[in-house]
């Protein structure tokens, strides 16, 4: 197995928030689009833990229900390490919901039920980034006046990175690399023998994932998948509003 020392991490985390730091000090405007992405941020986390929790207590198990992760408080699903990180690394999470996976119904198999809940948080951030985006157009079709005041340049930006964060936290999360959500999808659908070699070395992919994170190759990957997904979405609200671009 390998063993990556934290030292190293909390190092290069430390020098990446330094960085963060100097950025935001030399370009403010940066820091109000900081300010302005929080409640976004906020949105996207605490809707992505409710839904795991959620459709876990569907299925059967009810641990998610006695660590009290059925709500939508905010303080119930951000984890203040991680939101930190997001701030200043451009990378968080929030608090994993704990699932016993020995609680499920039977009425699928437990990977398959495992894979649902797994899949409901990425779903969810897609559904909301959805519902923001009818919303934004709403405002700006039918409060035209709102949206050219001071306040409500302010309302349409937040609105805009909100779904961007939506968006991205969902793709990001169907990366098939522990630990994120789109593992335990991939999982369900591996042979026997390839979900066992999986898990057994499972330490490798995670450092696969590191690297990629530290490298910003991840982003690479992904952005295409999310510059489609937006696309995709506002073209279909666009639709629903009449209009046709």
């Known amino acids: 197995m390998f063993n990556v020392d934290k030292r190293i991490i909390y190092i290069i985390i430390a020098v990446l928030v330094v960085s963060t730091v100097i950025q935001y000090a030399q370009n403010p405007m940066e820091l109000v689009a900081l300010l302005l992405t929080l409640p976004g941020v906020i949105i996207?986390?605490?809707?992505?833990?409710?839904?795991?929790?959620?459709?876990?207590?569907?299925?059967g198990d009810d641990t998610p229900r006695q660590q009290n992760r059925l709500n939508l408080n905010p303080l119930s699903h951000i984890d203040p390490i991680g939101l930190?990180?997001?701030?200043?690394?451009?990378?968080?999470?929030?608090?994993?919901?704990?699932?016993?996976?020995?609680?499920?119904?039977?009425?699928?198999?437990?990977?398959?039920?495992?894979?649902?809940?797994?899949?409901?948080?990425?779903?969810?951030?897609?559904?909301?980034?959805?519902?923001l985006t009818i919303i934004l157009f709403a405002i700006s079709t039918f409060a035209s006046a709102f949206v050219l005041s001071q306040a409500g340049i302010l309302v349409i930006l937040a609105l805009q990175m909100?779904?961007?964060?939506?968006?991205?936290?969902?793709?990001?999360?169907?990366?098939?690399?522990?630990?994120?959500?789109?593992?335990?999808?991939?999982?369900?659908?591996?042979?026997?023998?390839?979900?066992e070699w999986f898990i057994n070395n499972k330490q490798i992919f995670y450092i696969i994932f590191i690297v990629m994170w530290f490298t910003n190759l991840i982003s690479y990957i992904i952005a295409p998948v999310i510059n489609l997904a937006s696309a995709g979405i506002y073209s279909l609200v666009s639709v629903i509003f009449g209009i046709f671009i």
Do not use: C
């Open 84 to 131: 930190f990180m997001l701030m200043f690394v451009h990378f968080g999470w929030g608090k994993p919901v704990a699932i016993n996976p020995t609680n499920f119904n039977r009425k699928r198999s437990m990977s398959a039920q495992e894979a649902i809940v797994a899949l409901a948080g990425p779903v969810t951030n897609i559904i909301i980034a959805i519902i």
């Open 162 to 195: 909100a779904i961007s964060v939506n968006i991205g936290l969902g793709v990001f999360n169907l990366v098939p690399l522990p630990p994120l959500d789109g593992s335990k999808i991939l999982l369900h659908f591996l042979p026997y023998n390839a979900k």
């Open 44 to 59: 996207a986390i605490t809707f992505h833990e409710f839904a795991h929790a959620f459709v876990a207590d569907k299925l």
